[in-house]
C-alpha cells in the first residue's frame, strides 16, 4: 500500500472508511476497531460500489469475499 491513497469516511456500523490506490487497483478498507485490509485487483468501476452502497458492509461480504473472492492482506 502506498501513502498517496485518499481515505473516505463512510457511514457504516463496521467500516470507517475506504480507499483506492489506482496505481495498482487495490481498495483499503478501515474497520472501526482501526484494522486496515487491502483487496487486490478491483476496478475503479467496483471501488465505485463499494463506497456509494447504501450498506458498505454488506456489499463488502457478498461481492469482495463471497462473490468474487478477490485476494487481500491483513494491513494492520
Do not use: P, W
Not at 18 to 44: P, R
Request: hydrophobic letters at 30%.
Amino acid at each position: 500500500m502506498t501513502n498517496k491513497v485518499e481515505m473516505i469516511r463512510v457511514s457504516s456500523s463496521n467500516v470507517h472508511s475506504v480507499g483506492y490506490n489506482f496505481d495498482i487497483k487495490s481498495v483499503i478498507v478501515q474497520f472501526l476497531d482501526g484494522s486496515q485490509y487491502e483487496y487486490y485487483n478491483i476496478s475503479e468501476k467496483e471501488f465505485l460500489a463499494l463506497r456509494d452502497a447504501n450498506s458498505v458492509g454488506q456489499y463488502l461480504d457478498q461481492y469482495y469475499k463471497k462473490g468474487h473472492c478477490y485476494k487481500y492482506s491483513k494491513i494492520r
